[in-house]
């Protein structure tokens, strides 16, 4: 399995600006399985999309701040 780098910097939520959050790739807990940012609603919902199989979800803005940001992508 190829690991793939992530070369841009991506920085934790420090803005007011929820759309900065956009195009993050984080992991669903320390090893968990990697997803993108796709978009952020006014209330609060994020909508992301898995890495490994392209699922798509809708979950609180408050679990995705606590996600750790994924440095790697296998």
């Given amino acids: 399995m190829k690991v793939v ?3 841009e910097a991506q920085t934790a939520h420090t ?3 929820l ?3 956009v195009g ?3 992991r669903l807990g320390e090893a968990g399985p990697a997803y ?3 978009s952020v ?3 609060g919902a994020v909508h ?3 890495v490994y ?3 798509k979800l809708t979950c609180p803005l408050a679990e995705v701040l606590e996600d750790p940001i994924a440095e790697t992508l296998p």
């Fill in 5 to 7: 780098r992530l070369e």
């Fill in 15 to 17: 803005s007011d600006d």
């Fill in 19 to 21: 759309r900065q959050l």
């Fill in 24 to 26: 993050q790739f984080r």
């Fill in 36 to 38: 993108e940012i796709m």
């Fill in 41 to 43: 609603e006014d209330d």
């Fill in 48 to 50: 992301i999309e898995f």
């Fill in 53 to 55: 199989n392209d699922e």
